[in-house]
């Protein structure tokens, strides 16, 4: 990683109280040397006339979205692509297990993972246990910020969806830490 992100979490915790967008741990070496490199190279040109430094100015931009690009080609997808959590959903509720997705949701996974039905919402944690008490071989789905190492138990599967990680609980997790698999934040 060019930018060292756990230094860089801990200062942005103690200014903002909040977590730096989990992506940024992503961030890679190559565009951002193409970004430093490219952007020095444009510097070194000593241009005279006013069209040539206008062009310089224009390239600016163009050397940034090229590096953006590269950045989400390269790294930066697989934080923002929920078809392999969706896929998961998708193959459960093919074998016939219950899904629930814990805390908000807004229907994200519903299309990328083609699914049949939509997930129950559920509110709080007690509604949580209360769900998972009922089907025994369903799941649930939570949303957490934050690292994996203080995670209650094993999920069933482990993904990123935007800014936040992405937990698959079997109900039975779920029970045996009386909720505390569904936290927001580990």
């Known amino acids: 990683n060019i930018v060292p992100v756990a230094h ?3 200062l942005w915790q103690d200014l903002f109280a909040e977590d730096l967008p989990l992506w940024l741990g992503g961030i890679s070496l190559g565009p951002g040397m193409l970004l430093l490199l490219g952007s020095y190279a444009l510097t070194l040109l000593t241009l005279q006339s006013l069209q040539a430094r206008l062009l310089q100015v224009a390239l600016l931009p163009v050397l940034l979205s090229i590096a953006i690009n590269m ?3 390269l790294t930066l ?3 923002f692509d929920l078809e392999p959590i969706a896929g998961q959903i998708r193959r459960l509720e093919e074998r ?5 997705v814990a805390g908000s949701y807004d229907g994200a996974f519903d299309f ?3 699914l049949t039905r939509p997930p129950t919402v559920l509110k709080d944690t007690p509604a ?6 009922e089907p025994p071989e369903g799941v649930i789905v939570s949303f957490f910020q ?7 138990t094993r999920p069933l599967f482990l993904g990123n969806a935007d800014e936040y990680r992405v937990a698959v609980w079997a109900t039975e997790a779920v029970i045996s830490t009386n909720g505390e698999a569904l936290a927001p934040r580990f």
């Not at 016939?96 to 629930?100: I, K, N, S």
């Not at 949580?128 to 008490?133: D, K, S, T, V």
């Open 8 to 10: 860089l979490n801990a």
């Open 71 to 73: 950045e989400f080609k």
């Open 77 to 79: 997808h697989s934080y």
């Open 96 to 100: 016939g297990a219950p899904v629930a």
């Open 112 to 114: 990328a993972g083609r």
């Open 128 to 133: 949580a246990l209360a769900w998972a008490r």
């Open 146 to 152: 934050g690292g994996i190492l203080r995670l209650p």
